[in-house]
């Protein structure tokens, strides 16, 4: 008998990654009713499900983009474990169409550097969390053609998923015409937020444990004022 | 393209008949004869942790003429029925391709149209299974990999993921690709509606040893840089050297069980997996 492992090197040893961009709204309203301090705590336990899993903590990689006063990244890409949950602050308005364009960017580069490395990958994630409506474009202008047409797209050839969940005020309406008719908005209860990210982080256990084929159920949805 | 075999002179002595007197002697296969085709299909570490049975199967015989055929299937996912669509698949397979050259003999065959004939009826009794059990076509999802060898030339029907790669005048080659998908979880199978225009077949010649394998080793044996896939000598290299000195067919495929079930294969791939070498020329 040989003992064949012993002969042979595996070609590639990196695991398979899924992307997930966590597309944050922090203008000056999200400070009403707690919002924000929900909203960070939200994405320190979103870090601690995720590191829990053998799997999902080797696969997934977070990205954080918010806008408020700007549009910033103020986490690039790393792995879960290279996550450190930021304390997000509140000001400015609601510039979500260039936050949005941004998210396209940064998912395109990651699967660019996955390509080159011959890194597999999962369907990336874009999850925006608004209680607003677009202060930079609005129904019918240039740049919301743009964005409105890029998401339908991206998502009709499956360049990434597109989630929106509305927080009180925002503007449902808009949120609706951007989204696609099967993965519309989701409108989130006040003081469930964690339950929001528990589920992001069950889905994304989910999703990166899936094999070739294999249709993903995501968690029933348990945070919403309404179920879609 | 065809490859016509008419033109190539039979050299081949034993027959599936003479073969088989022997293993009813218990004699082993006689090696100094080609192809010498050993390996099996594993469950993966995910399947067995979830109780769920190994949804990969694989089914390799050796005909009349020192004919070889080797069917390799990988059932998707989460699908209920796709080790029965797996099984189904490799089984239909292999008896269309006897049947073929039972009827039709060597004179004339051209393993291009035997391989797609193979394949066409695999996704035929995939229907009519699928009418037996009452249940969606869907549900029998899979993949296939049918390849036929003679003396050095082989031909591959394939549809999906999985890869055949070959040693041909010390070089690797991919003779056969996983179907293209951008994403790790995606696949074209045998059951989808449009399967007929996913059906890819090629051959190559003067092969010296070739592999066969499902999606599970995918990783251990195949590097994807920018968008090119490459077939790693670290992985085959030692695997084609061992196969071409085997003293034992039986051993041989015990020893690629064990590769298969081993730490090193299950940290890369928690999937099922299937690996079938055959070697063409000793």
């Given amino acids: 008998?040989?003992?064949?492992?012993?002969?042979?090197?595996?070609?590639?040893?990196?695991?398979?990654?899924?992307?997930?961009?966590?597309?944050?709204?922090?203008?000056?309203?999200?400070?009403?009713?707690?919002?924000?301090?929900?909203?960070?705590?939200?994405?320190?336990?979103?870090?601690?499900?995720?590191?829990?899993?053998?799997?999902?903590?080797?696969?997934v990689e977070v990205a954080i983009i918010t806008f408020g006063d700007e549009v910033?990244?103020?986490?690039?890409?790393?792995?879960?474990?290279?996550?450190?949950?930021?304390?997000?602050?509140?000001?400015?308005?609601?510039?979500?169409?260039?936050?949005?364009?941004?998210?396209?960017?940064?998912?395109?580069?990651?699967?660019?550097?996955?390509?080159?490395?011959?890194?597999?990958?999962?369907r990336p994630w874009i999850f925006m969390i608004t209680d607003g409506e677009p202060t930079d474009m609005e129904?019918?202008?240039?740049?919301?053609?743009?964005?409105?047409?890029?998401?339908?797209?991206?998502?009709?050839?499956?360049?990434?998923?597109?989630?929106?969940?509305?927080?009180?005020?925002?503007?449902m309406e808009i949120l609706n015409e951007l989204s696609l008719p099967d993965r519309p908005p989701v409108k989130l209860k006040i003081t469930k937020f964690k339950e929001l990210f528990k589920w992001l982080s069950d889905s994304l256990i989910s999703v990166s444990s899936s094999k070739v084929g294999e249709q993903v159920a995501l968690p029933s949805i348990g945070w919403a004022e309404i179920s879609i | 393209?065809?490859?016509?075999?008419?033109?190539?002179?039979?050299?081949?002595?034993?027959?599936?008949?003479?073969?088989?007197?022997?293993?009813?002697?218990?004699?082993?296969?006689?090696?100094?004869?080609?192809?010498?085709?050993?390996?099996?299909?594993?469950i993966g570490p995910s399947h067995e942790k979830k109780n769920i049975k190994c949804q990969d199967a694989c089914c390799y015989e050796l005909l009349n003429h020192g004919i070889g055929v080797i069917v390799v299937s990988d059932g998707l996912g989460s699908v209920k029925n796709s080790d029965i669509g797996a099984t189904e698949a490799v089984n239909a397979a292999v008896n269309k391709i006897k049947e073929i050259f039972n009827t039709k003999g060597i004179e004339g065959a051209h393993l291009d149209n035997i391989v797609e004939n193979a394949v066409f009826y695999a996704r035929q009794i995939l229907e009519q299974k699928a009418d037996e059990l009452q249940c969606n076509l869907q549900d029998l999802a899979c993949t296939i990999i049918v390849v036929v060898i003679y003396q050095d030339t082989?031909?591959?029907?394939?549809?999906?993921?999985?890869?055949?790669?070959?040693k041909i005048k010390d070089k690797l080659k991919i003779i056969s690709y996983p179907g293209e998908s951008e994403y790790v979880n995606e696949v074209v199978p045998l059951t989808s509606k449009d399967w007929d225009k996913h059906?890819?077949?090629?051959?190559?010649?003067?092969?010296?040893?070739?592999?066969?394998?499902?999606?599970?080793?995918?990783?251990?044996?195949?590097?994807?840089?920018?968008?090119?896939?490459?077939?790693?000598?670290g992985f085959f290299d030692p695997l084609f050297l061992y196969a071409k000195e085997i003293k034992n067919i039986k051993e041989a495929k015990q020893d690629i069980i064990n590769l298969l079930i081993s730490e090193k294969m299950s940290k890369n791939s928690e999937d099922d997996k299937t690996f079938v070498i055959a070697v063409l020329k000793n």
């Fill in chain 1, 72 to 122: 910033k990244i103020i986490h690039d890409f790393s792995s879960i474990e290279q996550f450190e949950p930021p304390y997000l602050k509140t000001d400015g308005l609601t510039p979500m169409g260039d936050a949005i364009l941004k998210a396209f960017e940064l998912i395109e580069e990651r699967k660019e550097k996955y390509r080159k490395s011959g890194i597999n990958y999962y």
């Fill in chain 1, 1 to 59: 008998m040989t003992d064949l492992a012993k002969i042979i090197d595996i070609a590639n040893p990196e695991e398979s990654k899924v992307a997930v961009v966590l597309l944050l709204d922090n203008s000056g309203s999200m400070s009403e009713n707690d919002k924000i301090n929900q909203l960070n705590k939200g994405l320190k336990t979103f870090k601690e499900d995720i590191i829990e899993n053998d799997l999902a903590r080797k696969r």
């Fill in chain 2, 199 to 233: 059906l890819r077949i090629s051959g190559s010649s003067e092969i010296e040893c070739l592999a066969v394998f499902t999606d599970g080793c995918q990783k251990a044996g195949l590097k994807k840089m920018e968008n090119i896939w490459k077939p790693y000598n």
């Fill in chain 2, 1 to 42: 393209m065809i490859n016509p075999i008419n033109t190539v002179k039979i050299c081949h002595a034993f027959c599936k008949g003479f073969w088989k007197h022997l293993m009813t002697k218990g004699i082993e296969h006689p090696l100094h004869l080609v192809p010498i085709i050993f390996g099996s299909s594993v």
């Fill in chain 1, 139 to 171: 129904p019918g202008d240039k740049q919301w053609e743009t964005i409105k047409k890029l998401v339908h797209i991206g998502e009709e050839e499956k360049k990434f998923l597109f989630f929106s969940v509305a927080v009180n005020p925002a503007n």
């Fill in chain 2, 154 to 166: 082989v031909s591959v029907g394939h549809i999906g993921d999985g890869a055949v790669v070959a």
